[in-house]
């Protein structure tokens, strides 16, 4: 079970790893390439872009061939992206490698959690996605101290050929510790990878639209725009708002993640005491708790205290619930597991920009904007929770690989 849990923790790192390592060198990135800082920021646009492209094909491809090939496949590609995102000369060739990046890193990220569906029971597959939540936190904490300690010494390359190594590293994981964890389908169990996902009533066919995993797909979806908004105005908020320097940010922001880390990591002591349902419904409340405290302080008491209490509940509410959440939608899918990851990958990326785009572009303020989302995200989950509580389970389909 080791080998299982280690490289779908490496596979699942690589996404954020290729997100916080470089931004550290962003200005002399820009130097270099003759490109403006703001216009080599969209390369973080472009990555998700390459990640929600692929999260589909790679989920059906690690359906129809297995886990492993794509896995294998998925950090190579981020190996060669990241050394031509190191050795690129202008803005298009660096953009366009970043693209790469977010294939391979979407590849693996839909593999790894494939492969815990595969792997682990409900129980235990909800503690372990809580504690990945809690690692994948760590990574926009070190990786800047670890870009930053890199530059000291060696050129921006540096910073994609130690993404490189990290990708040869993972890519020698998938090949030699990795085993095969894809189910053997059954002749009743074999579907058309055409065939639509509606086609089929059959009690032995796995489909997504149906509402359990529908209202999971909305609830981790939400969680993600929430945390993406809330990373996305914290520059406004702190240091324009609250008049922080960049120092007093980067402790707050260090704080925050220590929350979220500290929080995912309870979580799986939590389950053994209480049910999954109920404690979602304790991440929601928690978020919304977040959501009235930022209102009050805003709208009534102007207090720098109320402010950080509320950041801090936003990342432990999100890190509590959306570890069981992500358990809880892959569990009716064993043989389509590699789909499902996909389809929930995608739901989370595209609600994100969606969200954080609109927004922007009518004019909303930073923390109206994480406002509205934390209201409207908690109140439509605790909805869902509450109405859907339980997954339709179909008959004794789920295979779970021994322990070795």
């Not at 490289?7 to 002399?28: E, H, N, Q």
Request: proline content about 3%; charged content about 10%; glycine content about 8%.
């Amino acid at each position: 079970m080791f080998r299982y849990l280690l490289c779908s923790f490496a596979l699942v790192l690589l996404y954020p790893t290729a997100i916080d390592l470089y931004l550290v060198g962003l200005p002399k990135i820009a130097q270099d390439l003759g490109a403006s800082e703001s216009h080599l920021h969209i390369a973080f646009s472009i990555y998700l872009a390459g990640m929600a492209t692929t999260m589909l094909f790679a989920g059906r491809f690690a359906d129809v061939i297995g886990r492993k090939p794509v896995a294998i496949f998925g950090a190579t590609i981020f190996v060669i992206a990241s050394i031509v995102c190191g050795s690129a000369d202008n803005t298009e060739t660096f953009l366009i490698a970043r693209f790469a990046q977010g294939i391979g890193a979407g590849s693996c990220y839909v593999v790894a959690f494939a492969i815990l569906r595969d792997t682990l029971d409900d129980q235990r597959r909800a503690k372990v996605l809580s504690m990945l939540n809690g690692i994948t936190c760590i990574i926009p904490v070190i990786a800047p101290v670890i870009g930053h300690l890199i530059m000291l010494r060696f050129p921006w390359p540096s910073l994609f050929n130690t993404m490189a190594g990290i990708g040869v590293l993972v890519c020698a994981l998938a090949i030699f510790i990795l085993k095969e964890t894809k189910p053997n389908k059954t002749p009743k169990q074999q579907f058309d990878i055409n065939t639509s996902l509606t086609a089929t009533k059959s009690a032995n066919v796995e489909v997504f639209l149906e509402r359990y995993f529908i209202s999971r797909l909305i609830i981790t979806a939400l969680g993600v725009t929430t945390i993406l908004t809330y990373v996305n105005v914290s520059p406004m908020l702190l240091m324009g708002m609250m008049d922080f320097d960049r120092g007093e940010y980067s402790t707050v922001m260090a704080l925050t993640a220590l929350v979220s880390m500290l929080s995912s990591f309870l979580a799986p002591l939590a389950l053994s005491w209480i049910k999954q349902g109920t404690l979602m419904i304790i991440s929601q409340c928690i978020l919304l708790t977040a959501a009235l405290i930022l209102a009050s302080s805003y709208y009534g008491f102007e207090n720098d205290t109320l402010y950080l209490m509320g950041f801090a509940l936003v990342c432990s509410g999100f890190a509590i619930g959306f570890g069981v959440a992500m358990s809880q939608a892959l569990s009716p899918f064993s043989q389509r597991a590699g789909v499902a990851s996909s389809l929930l990958g995608i739901a989370q990326v595209f609600s994100s920009g969606l969200y954080i785009w609109l927004m922007g572009l009518l004019g909303v303020s930073a923390l109206n904007m994480l406002l509205i989302i934390l209201l409207l995200g908690s109140l439509i989950s605790l909805t869902l929770i509450l109405l859907l509580g339980s997954p339709i389970h179909r008959g004794s389909n789920e295979e779970i690989v021994s322990t070795t």
